[in-house]
């Protein structure tokens, strides 16, 4: 399972674009890169997947570079509601079952 | 939009009691999953479900806990002897699919054990 490395917190404000990276170095050929977003007291909620380039959903943008080793979750123009905590997850458990979450990066929006 | 419910939204409970977590999947998903996360800290595979039995289970899910699918719509996760270390946030999940990118998650059970 590859690991993956995202910042702690981030912080922004309401209006702005965020852009989350996430590095990931040892990716397997067939792992996937999902990010999830968990608000305070609620189950994460699946944002956007992705293998390579850019996917893009009415949520936000998942830029994958061709070397896979690192992924950018793009949020445009945020909003107070996307305080939160934002999760990059490479594949999934060796049986495939599974999701397994790192400690995330809270980003925090004010106006 | 369809959504994974949990019930009850709160518990507590009192040290080596038993307790049963209830979630409704969503209904055309065969793959089912429970997580926890204990406060501030990541959230926890705990087992998954599919075809009426177990998939996987993590080193968490030891003798104490269970899972059913007691008919066709619910799924329990069933703590037998509850401890304080038990106190956390309890998700069920469901999926569609087996490769277990998309999970859509119910609004979570906060068991609290004194």
């Known amino acids: 399972l590859a690991k993956t490395t995202q910042p702690i917190s981030m912080d922004s404000y309401e209006g702005q674009e965020v852009n989350i990276t996430c590095s990931h170095n040892n990716i397997a050929t067939n792992d996937y890169i999902t990010w999830y977003q968990q608000f305070p007291s609620q189950g994460p909620r699946f944002i956007i997947q992705g293998y390579k380039t850019k996917v893009t959903n009415e949520v936000a943008s998942l830029f994958i570079p061709a070397d896979r080793k690192s992924s950018t979750l793009s949020l445009p123009r945020v909003s107070l509601s996307d305080t939160a905590v934002y999760y990059c997850?490479?594949?999934?458990?060796?049986?495939?079952?599974?999701?397994?979450f790192g400690k995330g990066t809270t980003l925090s929006v004010s106006s | 939009e369809p959504e994974v419910t949990q019930t009850p939204s709160h518990q507590v409970t009192q040290m080596g009691q038993e307790v049963i977590l209830r979630c409704v999947p969503i209904?055309?998903?065969?793959?089912f999953y429970w997580y926890r996360q204990i406060l501030g800290q990541k959230v926890e595979f705990l087992v998954s479900?599919?075809?009426?039995?177990?998939?996987?289970k993590s080193e968490i899910f030891d003798d104490q806990f269970s899972v059913e699918r007691p008919d066709g719509s619910n799924f329990t996760l069933k703590i037998r002897s509850t401890k304080l270390e038990d106190s956390a946030m309890y998700f069920c999940a469901s999926s569609r699919d087996r490769e277990a990118y998309e999970q859509y998650f119910g609004p979570g059970t906060r068991l609290t054990v004194t």
């Open positions: 997850l490479v594949g999934v458990n060796q049986a495939g079952t599974a999701l397994i």
């Open positions: 209904s055309n998903h065969l793959y």
């Open positions: 479900f599919y075809n009426n039995e177990i998939s996987e």
